[in-house]
């Protein structure tokens, strides 16, 4: 999936989105994120976990599910 976004985002930042949408993440999807990101990435993974974190919180289940497995598909 190629990322829109021309901003590389750094380990610090893609961690700080995780935890600020930990509380709506079923906690499958956080462990395999965090699991991720314990572990040096390529950028374009960084990046395109960041924008699947990415307002998390605020779209529908439909797009939550599409967006889990987008997550678990990454490693």
Same mark, same amino acid.
Do not use: W
């Given at each position: 999936?190629?990322?829109?976004?021309?901003?590389?985002?750094?380990?610090?930042? =893609?961690?700080?989105?995780?935890?600020?949408?930990?509380?709506?993440?079923?906690?499958?999807?956080? +462990?395999?994120?965090?699991?991720?990101?314990?572990?040096?990435?390529?950028?374009?993974?960084?990046?395109?976990?960041?924008?699947?974190?990415?307002?998390? +919180?605020? =779209?529908?289940?439909?797009?939550?599910?599409?967006?889990?497995?987008?997550?678990?598909?990454?490693?």
């Amino acid at each position: 999936m190629a990322s829109s976004c021309p901003i590389d985002h750094t380990p610090e930042q =893609v961690k700080e989105k995780l935890e600020s949408q930990h509380s709506f993440l079923p906690e499958n999807i956080y +462990d395999k994120a965090a699991g991720l990101l314990a572990q040096e990435q390529p950028q374009e993974t960084l990046n395109e976990l960041f924008h699947l974190l990415k307002k998390y +919180d605020l =779209v529908e289940t439909r797009e939550r599910k599409e967006r889990n497995e987008q997550i678990l598909a990454l490693a």
